[in-house]
T-cell receptor, first 114, second 111 residues
Framework: NAGVMQNPRHLVRRRGQEARLRCSPM?????VYWYRQLPEEGLKFMVY????????ESGMPKERFSAEFPKEGPSILRIQQVVRGDSAAYFC????????????FGPGTRLTVL | GNSVTQMEGPVTLSEEAFLTINCTYT??????LFWYVQYPGEGLQLLLK?????DKGSNKGFEATYRKETTSFHLEKGSVQVSDSAVYFC??????????FGTGTSLTVIP
């Protein structure tokens, strides 16, 4: 029973490039959450999605960041025109029902912007 | 607003020592409280939780009690093992959809 999968595990980009991070939730889960962990900080909520819908994006930066969770395929977190400050670990979590207090986390994608 | 303040690390203990990792929170209303653990190279795993005041969460020898009067949820274990070496995160959630995490406390247990 596969858990939450994220790829790539490590991603290196130069300033100005685009970064695409993928998250496949646990089988049967339709709720996906993205978090960002900056160095020496805790995880910060970014966005909560259900299939084809963004439910809560209150933690997303207003510019350059976007997220989607299409009907088929993984959830994608996209960062356009990356800057050095975007270097962080990005974690995805999934849950089976809305309001469930158990979120299952993936191993994270570590983004390094040169 | 909602926030979690967690004891700074890193923490290094000898095997069989007693562990306490402090966690205090700020929240309106009555949040649920959690401890997550992250082993090297892996994602966060739920360790234990408590959903109302005076509840005690426990798992794998770890315990934490939801103290509303002190807004705390300290993690304790009576006798740590080398396999407990990991990063521990305290977190709260109001709705179950958005979690607020502490900065994490790294624990190393030496034989």
């Amino acid at each position: 029973n596969a858990g939450v999968m994220q790829n790539p595990r490590h991603l290196v980009r130069r300033r100005g490039q685009e970064a695409r991070l993928r998250c496949s939730p646990m089988k049967g889960h339709s709720h996906v959450y993205w978090y960002r962990q900056l160095p020496e900080e805790g995880l910060k909520f970014m966005v909560y999605l259900q299939k084809e819908n963004i439910i809560d994006e209150s933690g997303m930066p207003k510019e350059r960041f976007s997220a989607e969770f299409p009907k088929e395929g993984p959830s994608i977190l996209r960062i356009q025109q990356v800057v050095r400050g975007d270097s962080a670990a990005y974690f995805c979590a999934s849950s089976g029902t809305t309001g469930s207090d158990t979120q299952y986390f993936g191993p994270g994608t570590r983004l390094t912007v040169l | 607003g909602n926030s979690v303040t967690q004891m700074e690390g890193p923490v290094t203990l000898s095997e069989e020592a007693f562990l306490t990792i402090n966690c205090t929170y700020t929240a309106t209303g009555y949040p649920s409280l959690f401890w997550y653990v992250q082993y090297p190279g892996e994602g966060l795993q739920l360790l234990l939780k408590a959903t109302k005041a005076d509840d005690k969460g426990s798992n794998k020898g770890f315990e934490a009690t939801y103290r509303k009067e002190t807004t705390s949820f300290h993690l304790e274990k009576g006798s740590v093992q080398v396999s407990d070496s990991a990063v521990y995160f305290c977190a709260l959630s109001k709705t179950g959809n958005q979690f607020y995490f502490g900065t994490g406390t790294s624990l190393t247990v030496i034989p």
